[in-house]
């Protein structure tokens, strides 16, 4: 049985960081390319960056969380990471992690496996 089970969501103030943490389980990790992906209140669900199942490889969502997020992973800890700096009002959201075999990919309906999300929320 296959558990993504996220954590490290809070509230911060604009200009503040959080790292935000996905613990799998049940599946070989390093088969598995990892995304992460966000939904606000009203809004749907958004992709924020992927990373490959070896780590080698990255891609955000734009320039904005490019500039301001890092997607890494520990295979050796089957936990992958999204360290969020600079953080925008813009940036509240539910954030997922969740999972799909092989190649990295940026739509929802290409992963398979999906975390409960954590809830970060920036204030003014």
């Known amino acids: 049985q296959v558990q993504l089970v996220e954590s490290g969501g809070g509230l911060v103030q604009a200009g503040g960081s959080l790292r935000l943490s996905c613990a799998a389980s049940?599946?070989?990790?390093?088969?598995?390319?990892m995304g992460w992906f966000r939904q606000a209140p009203g809004k749907e669900r958004e992709f924020v960056a992927v990373?490959?199942?070896?780590?080698?490889?990255?891609?955000y969502a734009d320039s904005s969380v490019e500039d301001r997020f890092t997607i890494s992973r520990d295979n050796a800890k089957n936990t992958v990471y999204l360290q969020m700096n600079s953080l925008k009002l813009e940036d509240t959201a539910a954030y997922y992690c969740a999972s799909r075999r092989g190649m990295s990919a940026t739509g929802p309906n290409e992963y398979t496996y999906w975390g409960q999300g954590t809830q970060v929320t920036v204030s003014s």
């Open positions: 049940g599946l070989t990790f390093n088969t598995y390319a």
């Open positions: 990373i490959s199942p070896n780590g080698g490889s990255t891609y």
